[in-house]
């Protein structure tokens, strides 16, 4: 009797092969992730045990969120911890926010980059030198407002003019021509406030809000953080020891004003990223 024997070939090979490797791409991508989690971690666990850090931690890769976690408190005498929803003022994080929204303006055609300072203020000596182009980059020469020793003598966590803040800037000579040199600047982001302000009739504050803040619906970030009044409000230190924490008064946004007045919560600035 003849035998007829016939191999087939499995019609689903190719397929199964590449599910497989899929699965098992994702399997070696979620250790690695894992794996950058627990250093991210364990480098942030060390940083608190020394006393070098307290507050809200995300960390995020290629818009994906490796790690999040908060540490201490919002308020060590209360005991209130800290947590993803922690509202903290973030200083001159601002700056990347004024600097959106000058250029913004700009692709409006409100204002160009290469506009003269003595455009908006006729009055200060220098102004037909120093480009918009130039603050933005820290380029411009005008001397920084926290040198003056006047500065420090003004109670920040009351609200301050502009008028005031200038005076402390715009009366002293250029630090270096410019354009010629990279000197980082407050008084330069104050003045780009006032411009934003000028170029479009509204308060700074509004100006913000509608193109970045809105948008992004970034709705735990503002200005005014002394007005807060939210539960999840932290509350600053200027030492954070074991044993020898030091509450600082929180400054009034328009102490900073466009160089650092802003507050927001570690998701906020994720959505922001």
């Known amino acids: 009797m003849d035998y007829v024997f016939s191999i087939q070939k499995p019609l689903c090979t190719k ?5 497989f490797l899929a699965c098992f791409a994702i399997i070696v991508n979620c250790e ?5 989690s627990n250093k991210i971690e364990a480098l942030l666990d060390k940083a608190v045990t020394l006393h070098q850090f307290n507050g809200t931690a995300l960390v995020t890769k290629k818009g994906k969120v490796l790690f999040e976690k908060a540490y201490g408190y919002q308020n060590v005498a209360e005991k209130i911890p800290n947590t993803s929803n922690t509202v903290y003022q973030i200083g001159s994080t601002t700056k990347q926010f004024t600097a959106v929204v000058v250029l ?19 009055n200060f000596k220098a102004s037909h030198t120093i480009t918009i182009q130039q603050l ?35 009366t002293r000579p250029l630090d270096f021509a ?19 302000e000028k170029v479009t009739g509204k308060p700074y504050e509004r100006v913000v809000r509608e193109l970045v803040l ?6 735990h970030s503002g200005f005014a953080f002394t007005q807060l009044n939210n539960a999840h409000e932290a509350t600053g230190y200027s030492k ?23 507050y927001s919560t570690a998701h906020d600035l994720f959505l922001w990223h």
């Open 15 to 19: 397929p199964l092969f590449l599910l």
């Open 32 to 36: 690695a992730q894992q794996d950058q």
């Open 104 to 122: 913004k303006l700009a692709e409006q055609k409100k204002l160009s980059l290469q506009d003269k300072l003595s455009h908006y203020f006729p």
């Open 136 to 170: 933005l980059s820290h380029t411009s020469g005008i001397y920084e407002i926290f040198r003056s020793p006047d500065f420090y003598q003004l109670d920040k966590s009351m609200p301050v003019s502009k008028e005031k803040l200038m005076s402390f800037y715009l």
């Open 178 to 196: 410019p354009g010629t040199q990279f000197n980082y600047c407050n008084s330069g982001y104050h003045l780009l406030g006032q411009i934003i």
């Open 214 to 219: 809105e948008p992004l619906k970034m709705n």
């Open 240 to 262: 954070f020891a074991k044993d020898n924490q030091m509450p600082t008064a929180a400054w009034d946004s328009t102490a900073t004003y466009l160089a650092g007045a802003m």
